[in-house]
Antibody, heavy 120, light 106 residues
């Protein structure tokens, strides 16, 4: 079945780095845009970044621009989020989500999420 | 930056019809999506491109978008529909979510 599985979360000190991964199965990964969306504890949803199906276009939320990098390996059906200079306000569940199109539209498939806690 | 505004909560009696609003400047110029999120679970897409329902979503969920307001309507509301709902749209290359609405089924 169609599935997204995130990994790589954990507890990290402020200023440090972490890389998240999202492995896809059950659909042609290379045909769709892919996103990262996060949700701080008890808060709403916040979009983080998107990468187009071919990796040629990527866009970021202002809150992470210059610190986070989205990438994908279509041969491995995997999406990544490299997070640097982490701050306490980056603490959240990070979800990987599939777009309904090759680029930017709605998010029709979501992973279960991976928790990132930034704390000293 | 672009903002989407939702009411924090909306109440409805079982079996009745309820509407959840999402307001933004010239929102009708954009496609709006709606997500349902139960506690401890990832969001589920219930409406996209203003009015389309993904497969598996009950027909009682419908959407509209006009002027500055998009609306998610649930007909024949059931107790199982009591949870959080988020609207979302794209402002150029940035995705924006509304703050979320808690639907209370009394």
């Amino acid at each position: 079945q169609v599935q997204l599985v995130e990994s790589g979360g954990g507890v990290v000190q402020p200023g440090r780095s972490l890389r998240l991964s999202c492995t896809a199965s059950g659909f042609t990964f290379s045909d769709y845009g892919m996103h990262w969306v996060r949700q701080a504890p008890g808060k709403g949803l916040e979009w983080v970044a998107v990468m187009s199906y071919d990796g040629n276009h990527k866009y970021y939320a202002d809150s992470v621009k210059g610190r986070f990098t989205i990438s994908r390996d279509n041969s491995r059906n995997t999406l990544y989020l490299q997070m640097r200079s982490l701050r306490a306000e980056d603490t959240a569940i990070y979800y990987c989500a599939k777009d309904v199109t090759y680029s930017r539209d709605a998010f029709d498939i979501w992973g279960q999420g991976t928790m990132v806690t930034v704390s000293s | 930056s672009y903002e989407l505004t939702q009411p924090p909560s909306v109440s409805v009696s079982p079996g009745q019809t309820v509407s959840i609003s999402c307001s933004g400047d010239k929102l009708a110029d954009k496609f709006v999506s709606w997500y349902q999120q139960r506690p401890g679970q990832p969001p589920v897409l219930v409406i996209y491109q203003d009015t389309k329902r993904p497969s598996g979503i009950p027909e009682r969920f419908s959407g509209s978008n006009s002027g500055n307001t998009a609306t998610l309507t649930i007909s024949g509301t059931q107790a199982v529909d009591e949870t959080d709902y988020y609207c979302q749209a794209w402002d150029s290359t940035t995705a924006v979510f509304g703050g979320g609405t808690k639907l209370i089924v009394l």
